[in-house]
């Protein structure tokens, strides 16, 4: 895969590259952690409710933070993937105190990690799978910690054991590597709002297809959600796609 640069791993591997992801690498694993403990006392729109908010903080915080300069239409933009997500989510909102408090934790380590990897990722010498690896490796300790502070030692136990889920691991760990890949190439590439869209793209696009494999029926009410949650997030890719050449033109007229 490395010559066509899926896999390139050609920068050399040093203990300082390492450094910087480690607060990166601690939030990602806690925060993994926390989406499992979320899943147990939320409904799925519940939780899609909760990435919408996500998103709209984490484009607040750029706004009034980092001073970034969203055209209108970006924000009308974000407006509609927002009412999208509440017309899917009004359908089978669910509350439960502990499960909001595990939302809540989530969603602040996600808005969080949005930040912290962006910049950690944009000040990396490595190449993107060469952060990918980075990661990876800083997260083995952090996720045998948890392992043990939680006590599922004996579950890691049963796991061994279970040959015949070793391919579903397997399957799972490529599609992980995989997505690490991406992650790390849209962190370098674009502004926090637009890896959080994104990855709202992809909760939206997995809730359909889940709905097809597991021949579970959505409402009009659910698909027009999801129908104008994505319409939300094009507009906004549109408009995302017209500042980052604004900004190409500009640095190239000041070069001059």
């Known amino acids: 895969l490395q010559p066509i640069g899926l896999f390139d791993l050609t920068v050399p591997f040093r203990p300082s590259q390492f450094t910087p992801f480690i607060l990166p690498t601690l939030n990602w694993v806690i925060m993994l952690a926390l989406s499992l403990k979320m899943l147990q006392y939320n409904s799925v729109a519940t939780m899609t409710m909760f990435k919408t908010l996500g998103t709209l903080l984490t484009c607040t915080i750029e706004i009034l933070y980092f001073k970034v300069q969203y055209s209108q239409k970006a924000k009308m933009s974000l407006g509609l993937l927002a009412f999208g997500s509440a017309i899917y989510a009004g359908t089978d909102v669910g509350f439960s105190p502990i499960g909001y408090f595990y939302a809540t934790l989530q969603i602040s380590s996600w808005v969080l990690q949005t930040f912290i990897e962006k910049v950690a990722t944009v000040d990396s010498e490595q190449t993107k799978a060469g952060v990918t690896v980075i990661r990876n490796i800083l997260s083995l300790p952090v996720v045998i910690a948890l392992v043990n502070i939680t006590g599922e030692s004996s579950a890691m136990m049963e796991l061994m054991q279970r040959q015949e889920i070793w391919g579903q691991v397997m399957l799972s760990s490529l599609f992980g590597c995989g997505l690490g890949l991406g992650t790390s ?41 999801l129908t104008t949650s994505l319409g939300g997030s094009f507009f906004y890719g549109q408009e995302e796609k017209k500042r980052l050449a604004g900004g190409a033109s500009s640095s190239g007229n000041h070069s001059k």
């Open 185 to 225: 190439a849209l962190y370098k590439y674009f502004a926090p709002t637009t890896v959080v869209v994104v990855n709202n793209v992809g909760k939206c696009i997995s809730i359909m297809l889940g709905s097809i494999l597991f021949h579970d029926t959505l409402s009009l009410l659910q698909i027009l959600g």
